[in-house]
């Protein structure tokens, strides 16, 4: 497989949330990768787990209020740039880059301080792609 280069920023799609052209950070010093989730609640039904989440903010503009809901998920603890810890949900899904899709693991979390929704880390980034921080939105430029 012949890795793509990727800039610092990429708009990436995820057909699973119909969720098309995102910002999204790349950052080889995270591990894992992150999603912004607006709202996150577990549920039990019928003796099974669930999570429900709500992805994007109300002020972004592709924000669409549609409410997602899987019992494919665990926790994780995650560590943050500043040392602390954090448990949050993950889930598998998929993710569209140069018109190819990859399997992603993600984590659901509070961004809305932050610039871009979505994280891309290591783990997703290893063996596929090669970042050069002086470029940008490759993957869109190929749509």
């Known amino acids: 497989m012949t890795k793509k280069t990727i800039g610092r920023i990429e708009k990436i799609d995820f057909p699973e949330f119909e969720l098309l052209d ?9 591990y894992t990768s992150a999603i912004h989730t607006h709202k996150i609640e577990e549920t039990t039904i019928n003796g099974e787990k669930f999570i429900n989440f709500t992805l ?3 002020e972004h503009i592709q924000y669409n209020e549609k409410e997602f809901s899987t019992k494919n998920y665990h926790k994780k603890i995650i560590k943050s740039s500043n040392g602390t810890s954090e448990e949050r949900f993950a889930i598998q899904t998929t993710v569209t880059l140069f018109n190819e899709t990859h399997n992603i693991e993600l984590t659901l979390s509070e961004r809305s301080d932050m610039k871009y929704p979505i994280l891309l880390g290591r783990k997703f980034l290893t063996k596929k792609f ?5 470029q ?4 869109f430029k190929s749509k």
């Open 56 to 58: 994007l903010d109300p």
């Open 130 to 134: 090669i970042v050069d921080t002086s």
């Open 136 to 139: 940008k939105n490759n993957s």
């Open 22 to 30: 995102i910002e999204s950070k790349v950052d080889t010093g995270a």
